[in-house]
């Protein structure tokens, strides 16, 4: 059974930092591309963050030089550093895993609130 289990989310002030977790199982971790998104109210849900099988790195530019993405897959797990966080950063954040050829994972969200 496919599984992705975020964590780590929380209530945290400006400036703050948080860092993600998203545990895998149930497929090649490895083989998957993974990301992270986020869905603040009444707005699209946006990919903030990505990593591939192969290490490769991008980011959405309203993270850039905060966030940072990172794998381990001998833990099965997809991490995401969130540095100098903002109010608009607030939002519920989203592990995916995507192969092509596959069907996507989704994780059930953790919720981030970045507020005095």
């Known amino acids: 059974q496919v599984q992705l289990v975020e964590s780590g989310g929380g209530l945290v002030q400006p400036g703050g930092s948080l860092r993600l977790s998203c545990a895998a199982s149930?497929?090649?971790?490895?083989?998957?591309?993974m990301r992270w998104y986020r869905q603040a109210p009444g707005k699209e849900r946006e990919v903030v963050a990505v990593?591939?099988?192969?290490?490769?790195?991008n980011y959405a530019d309203s993270v850039k030089g905060r966030f940072a993405i990172s794998r381990d897959n001998a833990k099965n797990t997809v991490y995401l550093q969130m540095n100098s966080l903002k109010p608009e950063d607030t939002a519920v954040y989203y592990c995916?895993?995507?192969?092509?050829?596959?069907?996507?994972?989704w994780g059930q969200g953790t919720q981030v609130t970045v507020s005095s």
């Open positions: 995916h895993a995507g192969r092509g050829g596959y069907p996507p994972y």
């Open positions: 149930g497929f090649t971790f490895s083989s998957y591309i």
């Open positions: 990593i591939t099988s192969t290490g490769a790195l």
